[in-house]
């Protein structure tokens, strides 16, 4: 392992890789990954694999907006096929006000040029022939939302890195960040001690342990959440992403016929255990027989756990600290894989030129202290 190094990233997920290849793609020559386990071993590989640019804030929609452009130039840019479908989001509202909060939505997602859409129910049956949503209100619709592989998104991320001269440390276990006058200096790891000025916070449902190692505390936590996936079964079942905040679910048909949901869990269990529950397998087939008649009697293979890093407002925390040379990316509230392609670009910006394309200054942790919280309304 280096004993020293111009950046050192802390965290081996999405962000994390896609925050060291953008730093040497701007020509930073020693940056090291470091990881506690496996790559993508995470948050990353436990997620649902959503992409949407479907968001009630600006801000949002802006980086989702980039994050999905990103996305489609990805696999020419690194060299590997990422696994990306855009095969949609489609949002179904059962409630009134829900459903015009949905169409708030689309007008701010269509000025900035996002091409999503409320259509009639007659439209989200053929979109989704497996649907069944006679108690639903209103639809909304955006045809470039999908999903991407998680695992072969990072891993391209990772090997282009590599490529640039990035180095990934597994099974690296930080034990503590060293700062003298509130500045970094050195990171020790259970496998010795790399010197640097620059430590960047990509540790996703750890980040707050990282953050006080460096004397930062991170108002963010960790929420314990199960998804779940399906035998594989005839296509156009459900070929969309279905997603609902008043119904509180995503379900999706992945291309090889299996389907996978999930939702948001009962009691927000705030925890590092990654268990799974009956409750929320039993809880889930309700949900899919009813959404889709279809898949009765269809078998489940496998359901798991993940964490969401969570802020008081649902968004990401970007930027620098009070602690010179310590930055933060994390706080995504479970939609880190889908932003990621932008903002570890953003991020890598920031470290290497002292700015970002976009400005991000509204979403560091010290907001919460000035009461500027930014509410999103569109989150599962």
Not at 201 to 221: E, F, H, R, T
Not at 248 to 266: A, V
Not at 297 to 307: E, H, K, P
Not at 344 to 355: C, D, F, K, N, P
Request: charged share 20%; proline share 4%; net charge negative.
């Amino acid at each position: 392992m280096r004993t020293s190094a111009d950046v050192v990233i802390i965290g081996g997920g999405i962000n994390g890789a896609s925050s060291a290849y953008n730093l040497a793609r701007l020509g930073v020559k020693n940056v090291v990954v470091l990881e506690r386990d496996t790559i993508c071993g995470g948050s990353t590989g436990r997620c649902g694999a959503g992409i949407r640019a479907q968001w009630g804030t600006l801000m949002n929609c802006q980086i989702a907006a980039n994050a999905i452009s990103t996305f489609e130039g990805l696999k020419g840019e690194l060299g590997m096929d990422i696994g990306l479908n855009q095969c949609g989001y489609l949002m179904v509202a059962y409630k009134d006000s829900e459903f015009e909060q949905l169409k708030e939505n689309v007008c701010l997602q269509n000025s900035c040029g996002i091409e999503s859409r409320v259509i009639s129910k007659a439209e989200a049956y053929e979109i989704c022939p497996g649907l069944w949503a006679e108690d639903a209100v209103g639809f909304t619709f955006n045809a470039k939302d999908g999903h991407a592989d998680p695992f072969l998104t990072t891993f391209a991320y990772v090997e282009a890195a590599k490529r640039l001269g990035v180095e990934f440390e597994r099974f690296t276990e930080v034990i503590a960040i060293n700062t003298d006058k509130d500045r970094v200096e050195s990171v020790t790891t259970s496998q010795g001690t790399i010197r640097t000025r620059t430590v960047l916070n990509c540790a996703g449902p750890y980040s707050q342990i990282v953050g006080k190692m460096a004397g930062v505390d991170l108002p963010v936590y960790s929420e314990r959440h199960e998804i779940l996936i399906t035998e594989p079964v005839e296509s156009g079942v459900c070929p969309p992403m279905l997603m609902s905040f008043s119904g509180n679910y995503y379900i999706q048909q992945r291309p090889h016929g299996s389907i996978i949901g999930g939702c948001s869990p009962e009691g927000h269990p705030q925890d590092f255990a990654n268990d799974v529950s009956w409750d929320f397998l039993s809880h889930m087939a309700r949900v899919f027989t009813r959404l889709l008649p279809r898949t009765r009697n269809i078998r489940v293979v496998r359901q798991w756990a993940g964490m969401y890093n969570m802020t008081p407002d649902r968004q990401p925390l970007l930027g620098g600290t009070e602690v010179e040379g310590f930055y933060i990316s994390c706080g995504y509230s479970g939609h880190g894989f889908m932003l990621a392609p932008f903002t570890g670009r953003l991020m890598a910006e920031l470290i290497a030129t002292g700015r970002s394309s976009m400005d991000i200054s509204m979403l560091d942790y010290k907001r919460f202290e000035r009461g500027e919280l930014i509410i999103e309304p569109a989150v599962v």
